[in-house]
């Protein structure tokens, strides 16, 4: 009975649910046109938050469709702009896990918007874990993370006034019961994680009752909204190669494939860049994706779908792709190197396909025709190419022959010429050696005959070096006479120069004395006056007589330190009194008369020597030959 009521009790709770949230739930209403807003909406890649922002593309409202992960924000995205035909649809990045990412989208938002009109905040977990910050991930994606968004966006918000902030919170707060100690502690079991959930959709109910509060009279209003009940839910599990457990007439069960589809590309009468319309066929091998999140993209586009209409939806997208690349490239790029061009097709198709959750295994080209000929020339062109090149190959292969016939001739001649050279260069080099030898036995003979001639100017060269020595000995000899000579002179010149003149002057002196004394007895009365003057002629005579002897001690000196100069002085010294000797015998004649011819020069040489000689000798000696009577009378001859 107990379970009978309960089961009732079930039952009309699941009918007022669907009844007044579905059946009897009032169509929403407000402003009916958005153009100009914008409105950011997270977590509306699926669910609530897809709706939501369906229902703001379909009022002209700019919407950012704030998601997770790309592929399926992407699509959604796809999906609102082709359903609303609102293009003003976009996705941007955002984890609420994770606080870097809710700054980063932050920035990047306020960086390229310029309004922010709504702010809907509807991610949100039942599931638990752990993040990097230590929060538990209920706490960080359902409270903490919308809140730093709302902190970020704020200003962006109070600019575009009047405006709004939403969050979806849950009739689940009502159990929630902060506790701030243990918001750090890991949330274990099912039971905390319900209790986890309901305290942060308390939060989230406080934060937008605290936030209206804050913001009363900005222009900004904000809500705390219950979803509300609806058929269905928003888990769904994708299963393949496996099975899985589903109830009759509750769960939703479909099936797709993913097998390889085989597609055939045809495109006809499509100009290249060149304007040649071709014919191209292909072949492209595609199936749908098995990871995760691709998979779940894939259900979405696909589920409900034959795999006819996949393939269909696949073929468009490949012809198309294919049209527009054969439209940039030439005919010869096309037929000629078709891998690369297939290759192209793959890279450029890939992101399309690949946002529908299907990958391309493999595309090839199949064929490549064309009905105006072009190609048939190009093998015509090709085949006369091939042609002369083939011409050209045999005419290059006779002239190769040619060339390598002269050129085996000339390595012979080469050859032959290289032993010829050898051959010669081995006579020379034994010519040479035979040179080399004679040469040497040249210089042995001519050294043995040179021997005696060698040996024979040796000994002359020692007999010359005993009579340069003998002749050096005679030198000495004669030095040593010549000084004793030199001395010989000395003395001589003193005997016969220098006591003459001292007993001369001694004389002299004497005679004046005896005048002075003969002067004095004469005349007494000029004794004084003449006693002066003979003490005055007595002085000079007696400076005289010393000069003259200092004179002659000095000449004996220099004669004796001179050698052959002073030998040369006493010859000139002497040469007056010789001349006066020989020409004693002249003093007996009275006139001396000098005859010659006409052309006779002795009369004129005779009478310039006679001129000549007395200024000589007395520039030489001091001596005046002219004093000389009888050459005074000579020199004052006629001739």
Not at 190 to 209: C, G, H, I, M, P
Not at 421 to 449: G, P, Y
């Amino acid at each position: 009975m107990e379970a009978l009521l309960l089961g009732t009790g079930l039952l009309l709770g699941a009918y007022v649910l669907v009844y007044y949230n579905l059946v009897k739930a009032p169509p929403c209403g407000g402003i009916g046109n958005l153009r100009g807003r914008t409105a950011v909406v997270t977590g509306a890649n699926s669910g609530i938050g897809k709706m939501t922002a369906l229902e703001l593309a379909r009022r002209g409202a700019r919407v950012v469709l704030a998601c997770r992960s790309r592929e399926r924000g992407e699509a959604a995205a796809f999906d609102l702009r082709q359903e609303s035909g609102n293009n003003e649809v976009i996705f941007m990045a955002l984890d609420l896990a994770n606080l870097a990412s809710v700054r980063a989208f932050a920035t990047a938002f306020l960086s390229s918007e310029p309004r922010l009109d709504i702010l809907i905040h509807n991610a949100g977990i039942s599931s638990c874990g752990r993040t990097r910050e230590a929060f538990n991930l209920l706490l960080r994606v359902n409270h903490i993370g919308p809140f730093l968004l709302t902190h970020l966006l704020l200003p962006c918000l109070k600019a575009c006034a009047p405006s709004r902030v939403v969050v979806v919170a849950s009739a689940a707060h009502c159990r929630g019961r902060l506790d701030f100690k243990r918001l750090d502690r890991p949330v274990v079991g099912w039971r905390q994680e319900l209790r986890a959930y309901a305290d942060t959709k308390l939060a989230n109910v406080l934060f937008a009752r605290e936030l209206a509060n804050q913001l009363e009279g900005t222009g900004i209003t904000c809500y705390a909204a219950h979803p509300g009940g609806c058929c269905g839910s928003d888990y769904k599990q994708y299963v393949f190669g496996g099975w899985a457990w589903a109830w009759w007439c509750i769960s939703d069960t479909q099936r797709l494939s993913l097998e390889v589809m085989t597609i055939l590309c045809r495109c006809e009468n499509i100009e290249t860049s060149e304007g040649v319309p071709l014919f191209v066929t292909g072949v492209a091998q595609v199936k749908i994706m098995t990871e995760k999140e691709l998979l779940a993209v894939a259900c979405e586009q696909f589920l409900g779908k034959n795999v006819q209409d996949i393939k269909n939806v696949v073929l468009q997208t490949l012809e198309g792709h294919l049209r527009s690349i054969l439209g940039t490239l030439t005919v010869e790029q096309i037929y000629q190197d078709r891998d690369q061009f297939a290759k192209l097709v793959r890279e450029v198709a890939a992101p399309d396909v690949g946002r529908m959750g299907i990958e391309i295994l493999s595309f090839t080209i199949k064929d490549v025709y064309d009905k105006v000929d072009y190609l048939s020339s190009l093998g015509k062109t090709q085949t006369a190419v091939v042609q002369r090149d083939a011409d050209i190959g045999v005419a290059e292969a006779e002239r190769d022959a040619g060339i390598r016939e002269a050129e085996c001739k000339k390595e012979m001649l080469d050859v032959k010429f290289m032993a010829d050279t050898k051959i010669a260069d081995s006579k020379r080099a034994f010519e040479l050696q035979k040179s080399a030898f004679s040469e040497e036995v040249n210089i042995k003979t001519a050294e043995a005959q040179l021997a005696y001639e060698l040996q024979g100017a040796r000994e002359q060269q020692k007999i010359r070096q005993e009579e340069i020595e003998i002749e050096v000995v005679q030198r000495k000899k004669q030095i040593a006479v010549e000084a004793q000579e030199i001395l010989r002179t000395d003395k001589e010149l003193i005997a016969t120069v220098r006591r003459p003149a001292e007993a001369e002057a001694h004389r002299i002196q004497q005679i004046a004395e005896g005048e002075k004394v003969k002067q004095v007895l004469l005349a007494q009365a000029e004794a004084e006056k003449i006693r002066k003057i003979g003490e005055a002629e007595a002085a000079v005579i007696e400076a005289m007589g010393k000069a003259e002897a200092e004179r002659m001690k000095l000449k004996a000196e220099a004669y004796q330190k001179y050698g052959d100069a002073a030998k040369m002085a006493l010859v000139l010294e002497a040469l007056p009194q010789i001349a006066a000797k020989i020409a004693a015998p002249l003093t007996k004649v009275d006139e001396i008369v000098v005859l010659s011819g006409d052309n006779s020069k002795v009369t004129s040489e005779v009478n310039r020597l006679l001129a000549e000689l007395p200024a000589s000798v007395h520039a030489l000696t001091g001596v005046d030959l002219s004093k000389i009577p009888l050459i005074k009378k000579a020199t004052g001859v006629q001739v």
